[in-house]
């Protein structure tokens, strides 16, 4: 079956980095657009990076843009999330998931990582 499995999330200091990943397995990976969102207590799902195919075609709120940077590695059927600079505003919990490039709605999702920034 579709899984989707993040790690990497934590708690941080304000102005520390992490890096998430998302292991994907159980359907055709490199055939599938990827995205990352979050959700903090409170509030809406917020999606904040998106990536094509191939990587080269990336996509950021403007919440992370500049910090975060989304990346992909089809060899190993993993979504990485680079985060940098990171804030207090940005403790959430981590989603990856996965869509036809065709549609606009994602239908695979993971369980999600917590991500907490202390300042």
């Known amino acids: 079956q579709v899984q989707l499995v993040e790690s990497g999330g934590g708690s941080v200091q304000a102005g520390g980095s992490l890096r998430l990943s998302c292991a994907a397995s159980?359907?055709?990976?490199?055939?599938?657009?990827m995205g990352w969102f979050r959700q903090a207590p409170g509030k809406e799902r917020e999606g904040i990076a998106a990536?094509?195919?191939?990587?080269?075609?990336?996509s950021y709120a403007d919440s992370v843009k500049g910090r975060f940077t989304i990346s992909r590695d089809n060899t190993k059927k993993t979504l990485y999330l680079q985060m940098g600079s990171l804030k207090p505003e940005d403790t959430a919990m981590y989603y990856c998931?996965?869509?036809?490039?065709?549609?606009?709605?994602?239908?695979?999702w993971g369980q999600g990582t917590q991500v907490t920034v202390s300042s």
């Open positions: 998931a996965a869509r036809p490039c065709a549609l606009d709605e994602y239908n695979y």
């Open positions: 159980g359907y055709s990976f490199s055939t599938y657009c």
């Open positions: 990536i094509g195919l191939t990587g080269s075609a990336t």
